[in-house]
């Protein structure tokens, strides 16, 4: 494969992502000039999406504004250090929108690891309107979530590592609680997937929102089609964070997971959102399926 900055993920995919982690403490320095360039080079080369929706990324710069400026924008406490901020943005409302808006941005985010940046989604512990107003957003447009970025430091501080311990942010769901095979009963193994057991993987660390990982996803019996869940469950964060919408952004970033890492190891098959009929426990919802097929011609 030719490294182009559109491929650069999807080459790197597994890598990339078991390396990010959430970065909330950042070092006093300024961001190389020529990272932010290719950032912004970045945010105009979307990938193919089987979700339609109207996204872009805007790059903040905080430095030069006083402590009590930069307090207003609410991320003071809850991260260190970071002058500069990527800023998604919904333009239009579609059906897909936070999922459309989850993939794309993880892309964002792996493409920052990639050049060493540290990240950390944030959708709930900063203040939309002063976002917005600094980047004079029009009233339709919507900021799901931010990231900061920055120069990782080698030790996180205090409330940084409870912030960490209170998410459980280190673990991540078993197997047996988020794959299953033909029906929501009956468990699937890693061993019994090959070579599907690698996306599964990837999807399984992929960051969600306070950890909840709403992810669950059923491959059908004999064939290499999964077809991916989110598992609703309201959660007593979420209202803190008054914001209904980040578990599809979550389910976003799975599916990117797990196309980047299909398409790293050269499988292939088309994403299709058709409901299979299965019979689903009361707060699941159906998405989307991948479907596998053999083809001569790699996509
Ligand atoms: C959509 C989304 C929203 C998030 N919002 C916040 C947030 O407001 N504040 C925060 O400290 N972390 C936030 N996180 C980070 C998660 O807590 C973190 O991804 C999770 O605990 C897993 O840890 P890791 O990213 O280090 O793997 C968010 C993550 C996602 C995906």
Known sequence: MKLTIQNIVIANAKELIRKRRSIRTYKQLPIPREKIIQLSNYFDHFSQNPFEGNVRFENLELEGLSRSEKRRFGTYGFIHGANTFIVGIITKPTKYDYEHFGYLFERVILFATYLGLG??????????????????????????????????AKRQNLRSSIIKKVAGSHKRKLWSELFFEGEFENPLTKETVPPYSEPLEMVRLAPSASNFQPWRIIKEKDKHNYH?????????????????????????????????????MGLTGDWQISKPNIVTPNNIEYLISWNHEERNHKI
């Open 228 to 264: 991916f869940y989110i598992n609703q469950k309201p959660h007593s964060s979420y209202r803190i964070f008054k914001y209904q919408n980040l578990q599809r952004i979550d389910l976003g970033i799975a599916v990117y997971h797990f196309h980047a890492t299909v398409t790293q």
């Open 119 to 152: 990240t950390c989604w944030i959708g709930g512990t900063f203040k939309r309107s002063v976002f917005a107003f600094q980047l004079s957003l029009s009233t339709k447009e919507r900021i799901p979530v931010i990231t900061p970025i920055g120069i990782p």
